[in-house]
């Protein structure tokens, strides 16, 4: 549940997609779904991740992951750390939640605290900056607030940087409120699809 390969079925894909909105094929998921099509059409391997289905447990902050770089929390989390270690691209969809990201993808990246410990407490991180993996971040709000989107980005930006991915963009897209509102949008969809064919140019020339 929750996990879907858009292409062939590769346990870990070459692209990782996340989606956290509450809403199957919301705004927000369906701009990720064009955003990574420029992969699919390249072959490229890519997996998306509803983590709204997955129970995730929000990090502690016992900093037992100080001492290792590994998360005690035994939930459905710990797969995905694999599958960030392993994907060239990580793309992040959330929608605007009160000027924010959604909590989901909230707790997702807070349960990245132990790579930030491997990174900088222990010095071993489980992704080289040589690696040249690269992190996208989208978001869909329901009103033209430019401000909305700013936040959204900042924490895109900390937490790509925290665990060694670089960072390849961000796509704010507003105007959107109902579920799935964006189909009757082809020219923001083809911004996102667009988006998408220049995020993977960089990323696999
Ligand atoms: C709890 C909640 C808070 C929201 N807060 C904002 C907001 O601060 N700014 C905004 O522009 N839209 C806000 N919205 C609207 C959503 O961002 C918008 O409908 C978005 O397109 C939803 O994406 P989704 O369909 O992928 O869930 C909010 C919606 C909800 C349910």
Redesign the pocket.
Known sequence: MGVESLWGGDLLADILAISS?P?RN????LALRYFCRAAEESNISVEMIRIHELTLEPCRGCERCAADGICIVADKMQPLYDKVATAKGLVLAT?????SLSAQLKIFIDRFQCWWHAKYTLNRPFVQLSQHKAGFIIC????H?PE?GDNVEAVGKVFFHSINYHFGGFLCL?G??S?GEIKNDPATLKTAYNEGVNFLSKLIP
Do not use: H
Not at 26 to 29: A, T, V
Not at 95 to 99: D, L
Not at 140 to 143: D, E, F, P, V
């Open positions: 909105t809403r919301g705004n927000s998921e929608p605007v939640y009160f000027g869909t709000g329901a009103l607030r909305f507003q959107l409120e579920r």
